[in-house]
């Protein structure tokens, strides 16, 4: 089983759609967890830290479930630019400070 | 932007010729690492460092090498590139948590095609 997991999709939703994407991990030791956008050929870029409590950012709302082991990224009102691989990534604790990434779950937001 | 740089950003090779990929960064971040992409993995983690000279291994280390004799600069080399080689190399960088929430950031990517 692959440490963080996601649904590949695509998910391909009209404008104005609310979208949202699941990550489960697999080590409970997990401390640090982030949403990152990554456009085709191009380097994946910070969409949003994941907090305990729940965080967000416009039309961007980002949840952490311990106890299932996931997190979740929402998306309101999705933008035709809104289209790209959105990338989870786990941080465990203890020793060394390695992020692992999910495969990725491709967004196509069409009018 | 974080100021973190790759070279050579494209480069085409031929099997059994060594290559190595640079990654440059002015944060003064301690962590640095090597991912390679391709389509159905995903990111993974080929080395890291954790500090000058201090490195490790990651998921895909076997067939690359890597060296980090200051701070700001992770040099990953291929001995002898093979075709399975061929991908995107994406450094990355991270404090840790020091002073941020710990979050990578990225250099734009090296494109390796080995014929």
């Known amino acids: 089983r692959k440490e963080v997991e996601q649904d590949p999709g695509p998910f391909n939703v009209p404008e104005g759609a609310t979208v949202a994407f699941n990550c489960t991990y697999s080590?409970?030791?997990?401390?640090?967890f982030f949403w990152y956008r990554q456009d085709c050929r191009k380097e994946p870029k910070l969409l949003m830290s994941?907090?305990?409590s729940g965080n967000e950012d416009g039309r961007f709302t980002a949840q952490l479930n311990r106890a299932s082991q996931y997190i979740s990224l929402l998306i309101r009102d999705s933008k035709l630019s809104d289209s790209a691989t959105y990338l989870c990534v786990v941080i465990a604790s203890g020793g060394s400070y390695i992020p692992t990434f999910g495969r990725g779950t491709s967004l196509i937001v069409h009018p | 932007d974080a100021g973190i740089t790759q070279s050579p950003r494209h480069k085409v090779t031929e099997t059994g010729t060594p290559v190595t990929l640079r990654c440059h960064q002015t944060e003064n971040h301690r962590y640095m690492y090597w991912y390679r992409q391709d389509p159905g993995h995903g990111l993974r983690l080929i080395h890291y460092?954790?500090?000058?000279?201090?490195?490790d291994k990651g998921e895909v280390s076997d067939g690359y090498s890597v060296s980090r004799s200051k701070t700001e600069d992770f040099l990953l080399t291929l001995e002898s590139a093979t075709s399975s080689q061929t991908s995107v190399y994406f450094c990355?960088?991270?404090?840790?948590?020091?002073?941020?929430?710990?979050?990578?950031?990225f250099g734009e990517g090296s494109r390796l095609t080995v014929l």
């Open positions: 080590n409970s030791a997990s401390q640090s």
């Open positions: 994941v907090y305990s």
């Open positions: 460092s954790y500090g000058v000279k201090d490195t």
């Open positions: 990355a960088i991270s404090d840790g948590g020091l002073a941020t929430t710990g979050e990578l950031f």
